[in-house]
């Protein structure tokens, strides 16, 4: 009886996803037809948006945001909230010389998406576009567009995107994990600024995937880092960080090597150096390997494996890893730090993963296949994304066919921003959007009736072909990191009063030092 309930059950729920999906798509055939620009259709200026002095072309990008003064640089997030609130679901906004267009409703989100073309562009970055100028240097996976980006993302995401791969580091990050619990121990339990630990875990762990080595940010012994390893941390923050402030100044380091320029410059140096050195080893030991015939090619490196892959010359493969390395400790580290203050907040919260934690793999360690039983941390992970969206906006698209949206026509080479972040806090899409609701994100929450929409709402890696490939190993380090501090510690916050503080350099990030105290639990 129960079975046959239970049968039943999941006819309907695949009936009713099925029809979901058909009207869906009917929807979005029909609302949003074709990119073909009809009588009706009215022009890009139409869109509302500032208008008047607030409108008037700007020199550049870095010039994009001074009719709305008011809001800091590194709090834009406010600014888009603003231009929702005042105009609606589309709205124009003036960049440079041309229009961009901000979209604040996940339906015509899920539109544009699904207009994506083959090679997806983002904007570029004018820093790291002008350091390639002046230096020769190529340019990197995230700089490069077209059919070139392709050669190279194809053989990247081939290796990154499948789980598989990615598990095969999990007992050395683990380990890892590991060695930041011995740290804190070290550290008598109290540790005034946690992101700092935070970023030589990721540091840590990213350069095992990156490089097949251990840098030494972290040990067993807890033991602090040497000056070499501060020095390249502080390189790894500061590369970012000059990105994200070159975005809001008057790029004259276009014009010249200003200061930001030459600073950029050495710190961008110093990362690629220990980028290098790994790199010319580990090709040095592919030729041995070749040579002596003892190549493994099912050995878990997914440098030896690329620095093999013929589609992918050496010079590329540098790049990659380098970029990776930069953008894997940084990205990583930022969004641990959120989720670690939000269950350090919520501790009801923190007993619920506890209790999911030790249900599945007790005090011991974790593995691929436990891992895949943890819906809840899951949902924290998914839920912290929300609450802290990693980025001001969401993803951008320069587009490159003419589309259709909500009776307007945006002409191709439009810039089209996805208002994820607005949309991550919005009363209309979530219920009791400011409070950390993990459960929200579990399929038998009874909470699904926008999960649809939700879904084209709440995505920090970006989406389609240019989407993060680094996503799995992100979420590896996440989770590892998650599991073994809460088997080990109770978290709270040194100021339970604490309220969360975001601010946006490039990505979001807390405002002040995330100070925390940790219990150890009984064995
Ligand atoms: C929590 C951590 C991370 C977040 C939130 C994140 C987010 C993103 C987002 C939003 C994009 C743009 C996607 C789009 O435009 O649709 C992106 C691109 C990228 N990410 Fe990540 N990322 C994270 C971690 C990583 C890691 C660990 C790596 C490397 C292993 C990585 C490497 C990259 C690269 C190379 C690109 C550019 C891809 C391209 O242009 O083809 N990211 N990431």
């Not at 888009?80 to 409703?105: C, M, N, P």
């Not at 590329?316 to 939000?342: D, G, I, Q």
């Not at 389609?464 to 501090?485: M, Y």
């Amino acid at each position: 009886m129960m079975n046959q309930q239970n049968t039943m059950k999941k006819q309907i729920a695949s009936f009713m996803s099925s029809k979901l999906s058909t009207a869906r798509a009917a929807h979005v055939a029909t609302a949003h037809p074709v990119n073909i620009r009809t009588e009706n259709s009215k022009s890009l200026e139409a869109i509302p948006g500032p208008s008047g002095i607030r409108a008037l072309p700007y020199i550049g990008p870095a010039f994009m945001f001074r009719p709305f003064g008011k809001f800091r640089p590194d709090k834009l997030n406010l600014l888009f909230q603003e231009l929702h609130q005042k105009y609606g679901k589309i709205v124009k906004f003036r960049k440079g010389s041309s229009w961009a267009v901000f979209l604040f409703d996940p339906s015509l989100i899920e539109v544009a998406m699904r207009h994506e073309g083959r090679y997806p562009k983002r904007p570029s970055m004018p820093l790291l576009d002008t350091y390639c100028k002046r230096s020769g240097a190529p340019p990197g996976i995230s700089q490069l567009t077209g059919k070139e980006w392709y050669d190279v993302r194809k053989p990247v995401q081939d290796r990154t995107m499948k789980p598989h791969i990615v598990a095969q580091y999990l007992p050395s990050q683990r380990d890892v994990a590991d060695d930041m619990v011995s740290t804190i121990k070290s550290q008598q339990l109290h540790v005034d600024d946690m992101s700092k630990l935070l970023f030589r875990y990721t540091a840590e762990s990213t350069g095992l995937f990156c490089f097949n080595v251990r840098l030494g940010f972290l040990d067993h012994r807890g033991c602090p880092m040497t000056r070499k390893q501060e020095d390249m941390l502080k390189s790894i923050r500061q590369f970012l960080a000059l990105v994200a402030q070159s975005f809001y100044t008057f790029p004259t380091f276009k014009l010249y090597p200003n200061k930001m320029y030459r600073t950029f410059e050495k710190v961008y140096g110093d990362v690629q150096k220990t980028g290098q050195v790994y790199v010319e080893s580990m090709y040095r030991e592919l030729c041995e390997k070749k040579a002596s015939g003892t190549l493994d090619p099912h050995e878990p490196n997914l440098l030896l494996a690329l620095l093999n892959d013929d589609r992918l010359p050496k010079e590329a493969c540098f790049r990659v890893m380098s970029s990776f390395f930069t953008v894997a400790t940084e990205n990583v580290a930022k969004s641990l730090s959120l989720s670690l203050w939000l269950l350090a907040k919520n501790k009801d919260k923190q007993e619920i993963l506890y209790q999911e934690i030790i249900s599945v793999c007790g005090t011991g360690k974790i593995n691929a296949t436990s891992l895949s039983h943890m819906p809840y941390l899951k949902a924290c992970v998914k839920e912290g994304h929300r609450l802290g969206f990693p980025s001001p906006v969401g993803s951008v698209r320069i587009i490159d066919k003419d589309l259709q949206l909500d009776g307007y026509h945006i002409p191709r080479g439009t810039e089209v921003h996805y208002g994820h972040n607005v949309l991550c806090h919005s009363p209309e899409y979530f219920d009791t959007p400011k409070a950390y609701i993990p459960e929200r994100w579990l399929r038998d929450s009874g909470n699904n009736t926008n999960n649809y929409l939700q879904s084209f709402i709440v995505m920090p890696f970006g989406f389609g072909t240019r989407n993060c490939p680094g996503r799995r190993f992100a979420e590896q380090q996440l989770f590892l990191a998650l599991i073994t501090l809460i088997q080990s510690f109770e978290i709270s916050l040194q100021d339970p009063e604490e309220q969360l503080s975001i601010v946006y350099n490039i990505l979001a990030t807390k405002e002040t030092p995330l100070e925390l105290n940790f219990k150890q639990r009984k064995k």
